[in-house]
């Protein structure tokens, strides 16, 4: 019997469900950050490990355009939920579902299409922890604010600017062993 890989009522329910776990994993990448500031750093290793096979079968499920989009509305719904949507977190969020989707269609979406956009998907939490980077004053002070005493400082110690590329290309690196692991272990894209 053939998977259907269209939207109908039945992937449509399907889909809930991979948004739900969408979030609920990339929420926990953002617990683990909470923990310790080296965490915090290696978010996208984290969510290349916790997020990519969610959004790969996810993609596996619906061949057709919308997988992408619905797994950021459901971040974007979150972030308005929680009261924590701000240019930061959803700007990124939005760009990522627009990038995974057109890689899906340009690759008619295929094993390496799905791939790619797994990896892009798996960026669903760069809005908190890029900031790091590119908004440190006001990491800090978030930091400073919202944690114990000395994690800020930790935080800042973790984080020299030669980390970034590190985290990206490692998280990036880790999000295709996790795409390739699922698909052996789902059995999925044959």
């Known amino acids: 019997m053939k998977q259907e890989n269209k939207w109908s009522k039945k992937n449509a329910l399907w889909m809930v469900m991979y948004v739900v776990m969408y979030v609920v994993m990339s929420v926990i990448v953002c617990v683990l950050g909470s923990i310790h500031p080296f965490l915090f750093v290696c978010y996208q ?22 997988a992408a ?37 340009m690759f008619k979406y295929n094993s390496t299409g799905n791939m790619i956009a797994a990896v892009i998907m798996a960026f669903s939490t760069f809005g908190y922890y890029g900031q790091i980077w590119f908004n440190r004053d006001y990491t800090y002070e978030c930091a400073v604010e919202e944690m114990p005493n000395g994690y ?8 020299p600017a030669w980390a970034f ?6 998280g990036i690196v880790i999000s295709v062993v996790t795409y390739y692991i699922t698909k052996k272990l789902l059995k999925f894209d044959r």
């Open 152 to 159: 800020a400082e930790t935080l800042m110690s973790c984080s």
């Open 165 to 170: 590329p590190v985290v990206i290309i490692v």
């Open 69 to 105: 989009v619905c797994l950021s509305l459901g971040m974007l719904f979150t972030f308005f939920a929680i009261q924590d949507a701000n240019m930061w977190h959803c700007i990124p969020v939005i760009f990522i579902a627009i990038l995974a989707e057109c890689v899906r269609l």
């Open 45 to 66: 290793i984290t969510a290349g490990l916790l997020v990519t096979g969610v959004a790969a079968k996810a993609f596996d499920q619906i061949k057709a355009f919308g």
